[in-house]
């Protein structure tokens, strides 16, 4: 008997999960780190020339800093002045990091504001390198132009708010998560996870609940396309939430354990405790309206839900493309959902381990979480909060425009590329002509752009029209991202001072508000440390008016009633050389004397101090003057009752002469005996 063998018939390969292109050769090597040195080096110019124009921008912020880099507790615990009365806001991972650099080089306007804007560098590197190991280099640059280029990156990124960490270290976490996505080796996929939540955690550190707001994104990206075992991924995620936990709650329970009275009040909470600041003042309340600290969210019109632009506009998916959160971040979010729905539809049968469409799946959900987040809270908001989006977009667009270029032979790799470039330069035009005056012929171009960069590339699929389509996807993307550009560059070239800065060239936001080109006198409502100050007479705001500058009562008194106020400050040899109504006053009072200044109530009309310590700090000589009619913690509280500064204002008053010093009412508090 005779066996036939017969070949097997060849095996149709099964699709496997989208990687990286293998090592490309020495030489594009070398043109790749070339162009990305080039790209990092734009980012540090833009965000670094002309940095100290802003002086020391943000004062709340900069007095905390200065204090910390003169004195370890002061740093450990954010405190706004030396004497550790009270601290800020927030926690104080960045101000970890801004007092540190004081410390070392000496603290100035450079010291406060370069860390700022090289975690701006580091923040599109890190872009570039998620986006890059799951496409190309090509698309890791194209996303680390989008995010340099964004107005809301361009004004946090030279600014002293805690914003520009907190970006670092949430796209920090999205690398390490992509990583973690990218390795079949369990143990390395934990560490990575691990390193995710430890980011996540000092984020927390940072500002609190806005630092976790990526954690369903990421959580779901990771246990929809991990490469190990689904029993394996779940066990990972508890690494990384047990990570959240260490590095987030180590702070709070080293203030938890620590005595009361022997560190400063903790700002923005009722009860002088950690825990109160995070699930109310800067957790509930910033979702539902209700701010803590004694204040009301929306007490005066002008926060939370019902706000003009200056806070943020009225709640609804439209808010972010509104007239001041669209200029800060809107410019290409058409273009990312775009980006994101026909680059998941274009991986829609890929393997569930396709690393295209994890990444899809990461930005986008940190996009859409934080995004309708944003739209819908009723509690303060302020429009530069949507730099948290900007890496989001930024990502989409890099990972989504290659997916869509991958299947470009076919329509809908055309279509998508098509109408993301249509997109960009349609919503470019509609912002461009808000402010009409500017660079009038500037929208027309662009949008001209756009429309033959989409022609070419619906055109441009095979044959011999192929290099159109390379023509058209050059031509469309620099048309669609120059809008942004433009405004960014103009961010960047603005001084910005006061606590609500914005973004864009003159006129670009159409109600003036609390930033932008003028500032509001009196009490307008608070928010988070980010609300004009309306005292009698600051006398140490270094930054300078202008574009993007808070302007207002309170910004200079000066320079003779200055001087005499500042040397009484730097003469009086007490703990604390004055006492104020409220942290604004007492920052620029701070950074005007090098001294420490009691902040009566806080930025919140915080319970602190009561009026019998206050009269004891007097009565033990640790108060040498009182400077009435500050604000922040204003004398009359939210509900319009007497405040504990009230309070204190009038036993000064019915028991102390007063002097009167350039603009300011000045008491003279020694000597008191009881």
């Known amino acids: 008997m005779t066996a036939v063998l017969h ?66 507790k002061a740093w450990f615990f954010g405190s706004l002045d030396t004497s550790n009365f009270i601290t800020v806001d927030k926690p104080p991972a960045s101000l970890w990091v801004m007092g540190l650099s004081g410390r070392i080089f000496g603290f100035s306007s450079a010291s406060l504001l370069v860390p700022q804007a090289l975690m701006g560098v580091g923040s599109v590197a ?63 996929a934990a560490m990575w996870v691990a390193l995710a939540g430890v980011a996540l955690g000092f984020a927390f550190l940072t500002k609190m609940l806005q630092g976790l707001m990526v954690l369903p994104a990421f959580g779901a990206a990771y246990l929809i396309a991990g490469q190990v075992r689904l029993r394996t991924r779940l066990f990972h995620l508890v690494i990384g939430a047990a990570s959240v936990v260490i590095s987030a709650g180590w702070w709070v329970w080293a203030v938890w354990l620590w005595p009361a009275d022997s560190r400063p009040y903790i700002g923005g909470s009722t009860n002088n405790s950690v825990m109160d600041l995070v699930l109310g003042y800067n957790g509930l309340g ?43 971040i809107s410019w290409l979010i058409p273009a990312a959902l775009i980006a994101l729905v026909f680059g998941l539809l274009a991986r829609g049968r890929a393997p569930r381990t396709d690393l295209l469409r994890a990444s899809l799946i990461l930005w986008g959900g940190w996009f859409l979480v934080t995004g309708l987040i944003f739209s819908y809270m009723s509690g303060t908001i302020h429009p530069y909060y949507t730099v948290a989006l900007a890496p989001t977009v930024a990502g989409m667009i890099g990972v989504g425009g290659y997916a869509l270029w991958l299947v ?48 070419l590339v619906l055109v441009g699929a095979k044959g011999r029209f192929r290099k159109l389509a390379v023509a058209g996807l050059i031509i469309g993307s620099l048309a669609g991202i120059t809008g942004s550009a433009s405004y960014t560059i103009a961010t960047a070239a603005t001084a910005h001072g006061g606590s609500i800065p914005t973004a864009g ?8 508000g609390m930033g932008g080109g003028g500032g509001m006198g009196g009490d307008q409502g608070q928010g988070d440390g980010e ?19 808070t302007s207002g009562p309170g910004t200079s008194s000066g320079s003779e009633s200055t001087s005499e106020l500042t040397a009484m400050l730097v003469n009086a040899g007490t703990t604390w050389s004055a006492a104020t109504n409220g942290s604004q006053s007492a920052a620029t009072y701070e950074l005007a004397s090098d001294t420490a200044v009691m902040a009566i109530g806080g930025w919140s009309s915080d319970p602190a101090p009561t009026l019998d310590q206050f009269i004891e700090y007097v009565a033990d000589g640790e108060i040498h003057y009182y400077i009435a009619s500050g604000q922040g913690g204003s ?11 009230s309070a204190i204002q009038e036993w000064v008053e019915a028991n102390f002469s007063s002097t009167t010093v350039g603009n300011s009412t000045i008491y003279d508090l020694s000597g008191y005996v009881g």
């Open 286 to 328: 910033r979702l539902f309206g209700k701010t803590g600290g004694g204040m009301s969210g929306g007490s005066s019109g002008m926060a939370g839900g019902s706000a003009g632009s200056s806070f943020g506009g009225s709640a609804g998916l439209d808010r972010l493309f509104g007239s001041e959160m669209g200029i800060q």
């Open 531 to 549: 609300a004009l100050p309306n005292s009698d007479d600051a006398s140490s705001n270094p930054t300078a008016s202008g574009p993007g500058t």
């Open 635 to 645: 004398p009359k509280d939210s509900q319009g009752g007497d405040s504990t500064s």
């Open 7 to 72: 070949p097997a018939p060849p095996q149709r390969p099964a699709p496997t999960a989208h990687r990286a292109e293998p090592s490309p050769s020495w030489f594009r090597t070398r043109r790749t780190g070339l162009a990305l040195t080039i790209l990092l080096a734009a980012t540090a110019v833009l965000y670094l020339w002309n940095l100290t124009a802003s002086g020391y921008a943000n004062t709340f912020y900069a007095a905390a800093a200065q204090a910390g880099s003169q004195n370890w």
């Open 408 to 455: 470009r032979a076919r329509w809908i790799g055309r279509c998508g590329l098509a109408a993301m470039m249509l997109a960009a330069g349609i919503w470019s035009w509609v912002l461009l002509h808000r402010n009409a005056e500017w660079l009038p012929m500037l929208k027309w171009i662009l949008l001209a752009g756009t429309v033959v960069g989409a022609i």
């Open 126 to 188: 890190l872009v570039y390198a998620a986006v890059k190991r799951v496409a190309t280099p090509a698309a890791g640059l194209v996303a680390g132009a989008v995010l340099a280029a964004t107005p809301a990156a361009a004004l946090m990124f030279k600014f002293d708010n805690p914003d520009a960490l907190l970006v670092l270290l949430m796209t920090l976490a999205g690398y390490f998560v992509i990583r973690a996505m990218s390795t079949a080796v369990g143990r390395r």
């Open 505 to 512: 060239p003159t006129g670009a936001v159409s109600d003036s």
